[in-house]
C-alpha cells in the first residue's frame, strides 16, 4: 500500500463523500474514481435506495469513526459532522438555519450572511453543501449547534448526544 499527502480541503471532500460507517478514503476513492466497490460496501441499488429515502438514510449511515480520528482539527471534525447532516437530510437541512445564540446568526446560505451578523465569525462552507456555519466558536458551543442541529432534523435526544460526541 502506498501513501499520498492532501490538502484539508480535499481531505474534507473525500471525508464528506463517505457513505456507510467504516469506510475508508481508499474505498471511497475507488467508488468515485473508479466506479467500483470494494466488497465491504453495500449494493449499489441499496445506496441509491438510502440515499433517495428521506426515512432510511441518517448521518450514521455516512460518518466514519476512522475519518473522524484521523482529522486533528475540532473545527475539521465539526464540518465533517455537519456536511454528513446535509447529505442524510439534503431536503431537510435548511432548517438549521433557525439555529441562533442570543446575538449570533450560527448558520447561513453564504458567506456575507455570516459576516454581517458578527465582525469575528470565522465562516466556512459546510463541504458538498450549500450552507455556511460560523467556525469561531468555542468546543462547547460546537457541540450545542450539532445537538440542536439533530433534533431539528428529527433525531432523538439519545441519537443527538451521540452526533454531539463524534466532535
Known amino acids: 500500500m502506498n501513501t499520498i499527502e492532501i490538502d484539508d480541503e480535499l481531505y474534507h471532500f473525500i471525508a464528506g463523500q463517505t457513505q456507510r460507517i467504516g469506510e475508508s478514503a481508499n474505498d471511497i476513492l475507488r467508488r468515485i474514481l473508479l466506479n467500483k466497490q470494494s466488497v465491504a460496501q453495500q449494493p449499489a441499488a441499496t445506496a441509491v435506495?438510502?440515499?433517495n429515502s428521506k426515512s432510511s438514510q441518517k448521518v450514521f449511515d455516512i460518518l466514519s469513526k476512522q475519518d473522524l480520528q484521523a482529522e486533528l482539527s475540532v473545527?475539521?471534525?465539526?464540518?465533517?459532522?455537519l456536511s454528513a447532516l446535509s447529505r442524510a437530510h439534503k431536503q431537510d437541512f435548511a432548517q438549521v438555519l433557525e439555529i441562533k445564540g442570543r446575538n449570533r446568526v450560527?448558520?447561513?446560505?453564504?458567506?456575507?450572511?455570516?459576516?454581517e451578523a458578527?465582525?469575528?465569525?470565522n465562516p466556512k462552507q459546510i463541504p458538498?453543501?450549500?450552507f455556511w456555519v460560523i467556525t469561531n466558536s468555542n468546543t462547547t458551543r460546537k457541540k450545542?449547534?450539532?445537538?440542536?442541529?439533530?433534533?431539528?432534523?428529527?433525531?432523538?435526544a439519545e441519537e443527538a448526544e451521540t452526533?454531539?460526541?463524534f466532535l
Open 118 to 121: 458578527g465582525s469575528s465569525t
Open 49 to 51: 435506495v438510502a440515499e
Open 163 to 165: 452526533i454531539r460526541d
Open 106 to 115: 450560527y448558520f447561513g446560505r453564504n458567506e456575507a450572511d455570516l459576516l
Open 75 to 81: 473545527v475539521g471534525r465539526f464540518l465533517i459532522i
Open 128 to 130: 458538498n453543501s450549500e
Open 144 to 156: 450545542m449547534m450539532l445537538t440542536e442541529a439533530a433534533l431539528k432534523l428529527g433525531y432523538s
